[in-house]
């Protein structure tokens, strides 16, 4: 492929040599992690292999730990494709490679550790952002661009490559821009995404026009948010029908005149509530439509159909999420709506005992111990959830704690892009704060996690306080 044709021109090169060993291999064994982007990065990755006719198995990871590794290294395969993973264990994998165990294809977005690798496909090695303009799913997309075939382009693929991204949040500040913004265009150039300026409220597809109003949590609206009565008294006074044959209608169900309606009647709300002006422009974003899928259906909106996939894999079921990426839209489907439902149930619950219980203040972050009350493989998300919402300080860093195990604590901690701007950088902290107290961890300047053992909450808190204090 001409370095030209390449989506991210910047990472054409490591594309084409990552691709370059892929189609020299026997067989691949392609590992991934257990979110939505982890998901798709692994649906994008294995349907490029499958159409190239390399033969694969893929596998999923919670986190890849040193035994993750070495349970990887003993399958003996000699070419390993990492996708959403890898950059940040580099220090282990390069260990497996050095003793010729395997060669590593890596396809990930997160911080790199120290050590590097050859095959190694993530936009932080050039200057792009990887929380932001790249995500998993948009390398494993630029991997897949790379190893097109007599049999198309895999820009089709673009689809899945944006609900990895929006999954990761990269498009919280309304829109998907730079690497990710070129592979929507692919999407909609292929035929298979449409963009749209819109109400950017979650459920557009799904939720009746009450609970989208209701549940909103981006922007707190009085009298509407958290409010079903006032909800319901919002939508009566508009001029529009926000029922039909007695069944509530959805944001998907309205025409333009009547979205136009329900928005400027929501904006003039927020502004006469005094919501402050740049909350207000929040409620409007731009909306990433599956062209292919059924309209009203969690996975015509590529966010409700991250939280979907969020749903199966963070819940030990990545096999029903990744048979719903590769098409799957009966058994697996409805087996992916049925966790929905205890995901949202636990996200929902999870929230408000954060809420109940609020937070506590360190000099520079502050944090919560949900014990076992929140599942670990979801405290990041609340975390997230809660970092938008009254409970939690936005001038300073969350840091949440699960328990992961009898002998382990899962650290997940979040911050804002204007922390960021002043010098944050949460993927610094949560590997040396970790590393200081015989943990391991990293990830992204604004998101980031770590695992440490059970009795050093208190002494990684006191060295993550420090560490912050330093940074900002
Ligand atoms: O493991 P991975 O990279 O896929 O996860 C990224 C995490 O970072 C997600 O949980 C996402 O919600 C979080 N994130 C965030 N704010 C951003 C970008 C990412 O909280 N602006
Ligand atoms: O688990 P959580 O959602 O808090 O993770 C936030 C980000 O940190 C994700 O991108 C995840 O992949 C990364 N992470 C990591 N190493 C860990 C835990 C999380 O790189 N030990
Ligand atoms: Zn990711």
Redesign the pocket.
């Known amino acids: 492929m001409a370095v030209a044709d390449s989506p991210v021109p910047d990472l054409a090169d490591r594309a084409t040599a990552c691709a370059e060993r892929l189609r020299a291999a026997d067989r691949v064994l392609l590992a991934s992690?257990i979110?939505?982007?982890?998901l798709t990065s692994a649906a994008v990755a294995s349907t490029a292999l499958a159409r190239a006719g390399i033969d694969h198995e893929v596998v999923f990871e919670k986190q890849l730990d040193d035994a993750a590794i070495e349970g990887i290294a003993a399958t003996g395969y000699e070419t390993v494709l990492f996708t959403?993973?890898g950059s940040g264990q580099l220090d282990a994998i390069a260990e497996h490679e050095a003793a010729g165990e395997f060669t590593p294809v890596i396809a990930d977005?997160?911080q790199p550790a120290d050590a590097d690798t050859e095959l190694h496909l993530n936009p932080l090695l050039e200057g792009i952002n990887?929380?932001?303009e790249l995500?998993?799913a948009g390398a494993s997309y630029v991997l897949a661009r790379a190893l097109e075939g007599s049999d198309g382009d895999n820009r089709d693929l673009a689809a899945l490559a944006v609900v990895?991204a929006v999954?990761?949040?990269?498009d919280?500040d309304g829109e998907l821009v730079g690497a990710n913004a070129a592979i929507v265009r692919d999407g909609v150039d292929a035929g298979v995404i449409e963009t749209r300026t819109d109400l950017d409220l979650y459920g557009r597809q799904t939720r009746p026009l009450p609970k989208l109003l209701e549940y909103a949590s981006d922007v707190t609206i009085p009298g509407v948010s958290n409010d079903e009565a006032g909800a319901i008294s919002f939508l009566a006074d508009l001029d529009i029908d926000a029922k039909r044959d007695g069944e509530w209608r959805r944001w998907v169900d309205l025409d333009a005149a009547e979205r136009q309606t329900l928005a400027s009647g929501l904006m003039r709300r927020a502004v006469a509530s005094g919501v402050p002006a740049d909350r207000i422009e929040s409620l409007v974003g731009t909306s990433y439509t599956l062209v292919d899928e059924e309209a009203g259906t969690e996975l015509r909106d590529v966010s409700e159909f991250s939280t979907l996939l969020n749903a199966t894999a963070r819940y030990d079921r990545a096999d029903v999420g990744l048979a719903v990426c590769l098409g799957d839209r009966v058994d697996a489907l409805a087996e992916a709506r049925r966790l929905l439902r205890t995901h949202r149930r636990n996200l929902s619950e999870g929230l408000q005992w954060v809420k109940t219980e609020g937070v506590t203040h360190e000099e520079n972050l502050q944090w919560f111990d949900a014990g076992s009350r929140i599942r670990e493989t979801i405290v990041?998300?609340i975390a997230?959830m809660a970092?938008g919402s009254p409970a939690v300080d936005r001038s300073k860093p969350v840091i949440a704690f699960a328990e992961e195990s009898a002998d382990e604590l899962k650290v997940s901690s979040?911050g804002?892009?204007a922390l960021v701007r002043r010098g944050l950088d949460l993927s610094a902290v949560m590997r040396e704060a970790s590393r200081a107290v015989g943990g391991d961890g990293g990830?992204?300047d604004?998101?980031?996690?770590a695992t440490i053992p059970i009795d050093e909450r208190d002494a990684f808190l006191a060295e993550a306080d420090r560490l912050v204090g330093e940074q900002l």
């Not at 999954?167 to 990269?170: A, E, L, T, Y």
């Not at 604004?446 to 996690?449: E, K, L, P, R, Y």
């Open positions: 992690h979110d939505a982007d982890g959403d993973f977005h997160h990887g929380a932001s995500s998993g990895g999954g990761d949040m990269q919280s990041g998300i997230g970092i979040r804002s892009h990830g992204h604004v998101a980031a996690g």
